[in-house]
């Protein structure tokens, strides 16, 4: 594992301000509009998840969507400028290269991740050590098909389309997945929404309920978007740089 | 020639570099581009070798099979006994490409050392940004470099690695005479280190001053290869112009000594294999001729010569 590229990867990215209105900004400031005044709903909406904590994770879904996929954002703008070739003439190898992405892109969902469960506190989110824990590996593994989709889309597209394509496929994926309201038991868009990898991010605030978050089609569902994403991602790397 | 012994490689056929037959096409609108039709090359190590052709000769589809960026369709590189992927996993390699840009929100020396960190042995960071005179400009933030700046970062980048073998592809493009004079004294410093050094150019005057050895390409293929003084004697090697009307440039051609002729107005320019029969010939005929000069061929005359491409072959001895 190339750690010192990582860390000045991370310190790149720490540097950029998109990251901090996108991925840490924008969410932490809708968290405390929406919130604050309702933060004493302890039912919101049926959903029998308390509101302070429906709203921490659905924002830290929207926040850590983006700084998963911002790695892709990167990885565009390395392309336009050759930066992707001139490390092709480095020992870094390809996996590798994915393995500092990836891991940039959690480090920078986690710093989101943790800000947002700091801004719950403050409004009376309060979950025990295991609910914690269970609800942050849920959201970890809930972002592995995101940073599959990182990868693809930065080898695909340019960087002045990548903007609006993630700007437009976010809004989508977050209004699928229920962070700006519960998509109830059932209908179109309840049924709809459990193929959506972000709706499962976005249930790992069930832990308040306790059992499993995540039934065996939450897992299926997660599996699938993994592989098909992982493999989207080979193949746009494979294409993009001619190697067989 | 020196060859010189690298890690566990005993010095001989494998401490040099390879290109044999050499193809590569591209897909165009009107069928496939043929771009290198059959390349081979040998550099031993420790040769600072010019890849010599203009825009579109196949010099930089060249360069990224020798870097192992692009596979050949027919040939094979070998980068001292190695495939070049092997060679540039191990850290033997260090290259600037043509196209570069660097990336951004970091410090000039947060981004060498974050370069140098991917080697197994690489130069010190200040050691680097000395070589490639930035010393200066280390603190501040790529995305605000000038493009001279940019380029000898890039270098700094190419040399942190302290690679056995350079690879240069069209490095001072974007500099002007000064920062190309000063590009070259550090590379005549990292070449006096026994390091081996590629190049493409399409500026005669950089291979004729900085390379041993000239490889000319031209339509993807080689048009000549040895040293600049060499290729300069291949072909006629001194230019005689005069100042001399009405007269037939076939006549001028019959004149001893002289193996080309070629009227400009009023003047006319003759290509002498032997200069000295030459003038004394033509001042025996013609011996109104005035305005005499005689002149050495430039590395660009022989190139325009052997490539056989633009019309006039004295266009090169304008500078």
Same mark, same amino acid.
């Given at each position: 594992?190339?750690?010192?590229?990582?860390?000045?990867?991370?310190?790149?990215?720490?540097?950029?301000?998109?990251?901090?209105?996108?991925?840490?900004?924008?969410?932490?400031?809708?968290?405390?509009?929406?919130?604050?005044?309702?933060?004493?709903?302890?039912?919101?909406?049926?959903?029998?998840?308390?509101?302070?904590?429906?709203?921490?994770?659905?924002?830290?879904?929207?926040?850590?969507?983006?700084?998963?996929?911002?790695?892709?954002?990167?990885?565009?703008?390395?392309?336009?400028?050759?930066?992707?070739?001139?490390?092709?003439?480095?020992?870094?190898?390809?996996?590798?290269?994915?393995?500092?992405?990836?891991?940039?892109?959690?480090?920078?969902?986690?710093?989101?991740?943790?800000?947002?469960?700091?801004?719950?506190?403050?409004?009376?989110?309060?979950?025990?050590?295991?609910?914690?824990?269970?609800?942050?590996?849920?959201?970890?593994?809930?972002?592995?098909?995101?940073?599959?989709?990182?990868?693809?889309?930065?080898?695909?597209?340019?960087?002045?389309?990548?903007?609006?394509?993630?700007?437009?496929?976010?809004?989508?994926?977050?209004?699928?997945?229920?962070?700006?309201?519960?998509?109830?038991?059932?209908?179109?868009?309840?049924?709809?929404?459990?193929?959506?990898?972000?709706?499962?991010?976005?249930?790992?605030?069930?832990?308040?309920?306790?059992?499993?978050?995540?039934?065996?089609?939450?897992?299926?569902?997660?599996?699938?978007?993994?592989?098909?994403?992982?493999?989207?991602?080979?193949?746009?790397?494979?294409?993009?740089?001619?190697?067989? | 020639?020196?060859?010189?012994?690298?890690?566990?490689?005993?010095?001989?056929?494998?401490?040099?570099?390879?290109?044999?037959?050499?193809?590569?096409?591209?897909?165009?609108?009107?069928?496939?581009?043929?771009?290198?039709?059959?390349?081979?090359?040998?550099?031993?190590?420790?040769?600072?070798?010019?890849?010599?052709?203009?825009?579109?000769?196949?010099?930089?589809?060249?360069?990224?099979?020798?870097?192992?960026?692009?596979?050949?369709?027919?040939?094979?590189?070998?980068?001292?006994?190695?495939?070049? $992927?092997?060679?540039?996993?191990?850290?033997?390699?260090?290259?600037?490409?043509?196209?570069?840009?660097?990336?951004?929100?970091?410090?000039?020396?947060?981004?060498?050392?974050?370069?140098?960190?991917?080697?197994?042995?690489? +130069?010190?960071?200040?050691?680097?940004?000395?070589?490639?005179?930035?010393?200066?400009?280390?603190?501040?933030?790529?995305?605000?470099?000038?493009?001279?700046?940019?380029?000898?970062?890039?270098?700094?980048? $190419?040399?942190?690695?302290?690679?056995?073998?350079?690879?240069?592809?069209?490095?001072?493009?974007? +500099?002007?005479?000064?920062?190309?004079?000063?590009?070259?004294?550090?590379?005549?410093?990292?070449?006096?280190?026994?390091?081996?050094?590629?190049?493409?150019?399409?500026?005669?005057?950089?291979?004729?001053?900085?390379?041993?050895?000239?490889?000319?390409?031209?339509?993807?293929?080689?048009?000549?290869?040895?040293?600049?003084?060499?290729?300069?004697?291949?072909?006629?090697?001194?230019?005689?112009?005069?100042?001399?009307?009405?007269?037939?440039?076939?006549?001028?051609?019959?004149?001893?000594?002289?193996?080309?002729?070629?009227?400009?107005?009023?003047?006319?320019?003759?290509?002498?294999?032997?200069?000295? $029969?030459?003038?004394?010939?033509?001042?025996?005929?013609?011996?109104?001729?005035?305005?005499?000069?005689?002149?050495?061929?430039?590395?660009?005359?022989?190139?325009?010569?052997?490539?056989?491409?633009?019309?006039?072959?004295?266009?090169?001895?304008?500078?």
């Amino acid at each position: 594992m190339p750690l010192a590229y990582t860390r000045y990867e991370l310190l790149r990215t720490l540097r950029n301000r998109r990251f901090f209105l996108f991925s840490l900004g924008f969410p932490l400031i809708l968290y405390f509009a929406i919130v604050s005044p309702y933060r004493h709903v302890r039912d919101f909406d049926g959903s029998g998840i308390s509101l302070p904590l429906y709203y921490m994770v659905g924002l830290a879904s929207f926040g850590t969507m983006n700084a998963m996929l911002s790695s892709g954002v990167r990885i565009a703008a390395e392309r336009a400028v050759g930066w992707n070739r001139q490390l092709r003439i480095t020992p870094l190898s390809p996996r590798a290269y994915f393995r500092v992405k990836v891991l940039t892109g959690y480090m920078v969902a986690l710093i989101s991740l943790l800000a947002l469960y700091a801004a719950g506190t403050s409004l009376g989110v309060s979950l025990s050590a295991g609910e914690w824990l269970k609800m942050t590996g849920l959201i970890l593994l809930g972002l592995v098909p995101f940073a599959a989709l990182g990868i693809a889309l930065g080898h695909m597209l340019t960087p002045d389309s990548i903007g609006p394509a993630l700007g437009g496929g976010i809004s989508l994926l977050a209004l699928l997945g229920g962070v700006w309201f519960p998509l109830g038991s059932h209908g179109f868009l309840h049924d709809l929404a459990q193929y959506i990898p972000s709706y499962w991010l976005v249930r790992a605030s069930h832990v308040e309920l306790g059992g499993a978050s995540w039934n065996t089609m939450g897992w299926a569902v997660m599996i699938a978007w993994t592989i098909a994403l992982g493999l989207l991602a080979a193949r746009a790397y494979r294409r993009d740089t001619g190697r067989v | 020639m020196s060859v010189r012994s690298l890690d566990g490689v005993p010095a001989g056929s494998t401490s040099e570099i390879q290109l044999r037959g050499l193809e590569k096409s591209f897909r165009g609108p009107d069928g496939p581009i043929r771009a290198v039709r059959g390349i081979d090359v040998q550099i031993d190590a420790g040769e600072t070798v010019a890849l010599l052709g203009p825009n579109g000769a196949g010099k930089s589809t060249t360069i990224d099979m020798l870097l192992g960026l692009l596979a050949p369709d027919a040939g094979s590189v070998s980068v001292f006994g190695r495939p070049p $992927a092997r060679a540039v996993a191990e850290g033997a390699v260090g290259g600037m490409l043509q196209t570069g840009a660097l990336i951004r929100d970091l410090s000039v020396r947060e981004l060498v050392a974050m370069m140098a960190s991917l080697y197994p042995s690489p +130069l010190g960071v200040q050691e680097a940004l000395e070589l490639a005179g930035i010393g200066e400009i280390s603190d501040q933030r790529t995305q605000k470099l000038s493009g001279g700046q940019t380029q000898r970062v890039r270098l700094a980048v $190419a040399l942190v690695s302290d690679p056995q073998l350079l690879v240069l592809d069209e490095p001072t493009v974007a +500099l002007d005479v000064e920062a190309r004079h000063a590009f070259w004294t550090t590379m005549r410093a990292f070449a006096a280190r026994g390091k081996t050094i590629v190049f493409a150019t399409h500026y005669l005057e950089e291979a004729d001053a900085y390379a041993d050895r000239a490889v000319l390409i031209a339509h993807g293929a080689i048009v000549a290869d040895g040293p600049t003084t060499e290729i300069k004697a291949m072909v006629g090697t001194r230019t005689l112009r005069a100042t001399l009307p009405g007269v037939d440039v076939d006549v001028l051609e019959a004149l001893p000594g002289v193996s080309g002729a070629e009227r400009r107005g009023e003047a006319i320019v003759l290509r002498c294999p032997d200069s000295d $029969a030459a003038i004394r010939a033509l001042l025996a005929s013609h011996p109104h001729a005035r305005d005499i000069e005689i002149a050495a061929a430039g590395l660009e005359e022989a190139f325009l010569r052997l490539t056989g491409d633009g019309d006039g072959d004295g266009d090169g001895a304008r500078a």
